[in-house]
């Protein structure tokens, strides 16, 4: 686990990004912990940008629950589960298929027993008109790919 670090702006986050993306890779599943306008998002537009190139629009996937990228190396998917009401739902938004490329997902909790044991777990915090983050590698690999991690 990392220690917790401030993020004081939009930018920090959308860099923090950057530096997640490069060490991403086939089968990664990143969790994204945390209230609404925490910066799940943010996050992840930054990791998106990063692979795809700066001028991908990446919105927010509230209402559609997941959008695709086509990344050079492999696909991304992009989840919002916050409206997702029954965990099994996650089967219909081709949540198996993303063992191809890499998942990038907000509202984890809400896949129930669909979540990875093995996955990067994002947490980010509110503070004031500033994000604090955490990075808490889970299972097997993320412990060693963490280490040296620096942002
Ligand atoms: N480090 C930060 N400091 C301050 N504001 C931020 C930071 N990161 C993101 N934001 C802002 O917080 C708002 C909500 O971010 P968003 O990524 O949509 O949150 P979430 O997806 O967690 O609901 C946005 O206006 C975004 O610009
Ligand atoms: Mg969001």
Partial sequence: MTDSFVL??????????????GI???GDFVALHGDLGAGKTTLTRGIIQALLG?????PS??????Q???????????FDLYRLEDPEGVEELGWDETVEGVALVEWP???GRHLPQV???VLLEIHGDQR???LEPKGEGWQERLHGFSH
């Avoid at 996937?61 to 997941?66: A, E, I, N, Q, S």
């Fill in 119 to 121: 996955r990067l777990d």
């Fill in 54 to 58: 700066g001028q991908e629009e990446v």
């Fill in 24 to 26: 991403l890779r086939v």
């Fill in 68 to 78: 695709v990228y086509d990344g050079p190396d492999f696909p991304l998917w992009h």
């Fill in 8 to 21: 004081e702006d939009e930018d920090a986050t959308l860099s923090l990004g950057k530096s997640i993306a």
């Fill in 132 to 134: 604090c983050v955490r």
């Fill in 109 to 111: 909790e809400h896949a």
């Fill in 61 to 66: 996937p509230t209402y559609t629950l997941v």
